[in-house]
């Protein structure tokens, strides 16, 4: 079993950055695949990137590609989302997820494990 403990969000204007840390409990980080997830008030969960477990390909959203960067430190057992270049439409709490699957998926229903999430506001 696996805690996940994110912060790093906030108030930023639009064309702002922010880097969410995502961090991990226990010995076996290297062993999830890990995601962020994004829900807006009234919205689904949306898939927003991913990184898998053994050779940490990445897997991103269109909506976010070429903006925003998922990374994972195994010394610290932490992953991150560094968001660039922000819009409004990217206002949402952010929630970071491991699972235990070899492939990357981008469904909330793969991940097994959930953090409390990060709220994160990019005015105009």
């Known amino acids: 079993q696996v805690q996940l403990v994110e912060s790093g969000g906030g108030l930023v204007q639009a064309g702002g950055s922010l880097r969410l840390s995502c961090a991990a409990s226990g010995r076996t980080f290297s062993r999830y695949a890990m995601a962020w997830f994004r829900q807006a008030p009234g919205k689904e969960r949306d898939f927003v990137a991913a990184i898998s477990r053994s050779d940490s390909s990445t897997y991103y959203a269109d909506s976010v590609k070429g903006r925003f960067t998922i990374s994972r430190d195994s010394a610290k057992n932490t992953a991150y989302l560094q968001m660039n270049n922000l819009k409004p439409e990217d206002t949402a709490v952010y929630y970071c997820?491991?699972?235990?699957?070899?492939?990357?998926?981008?469904?909330?229903?793969?991940?097994?494990?959930w953090g409390q999430g990060t709220q994160v506001t990019v005015s105009s």
């Open positions: 997820a491991a699972s235990t699957s070899r492939v990357v998926r981008s469904s909330p229903s793969e991940y097994d494990y």
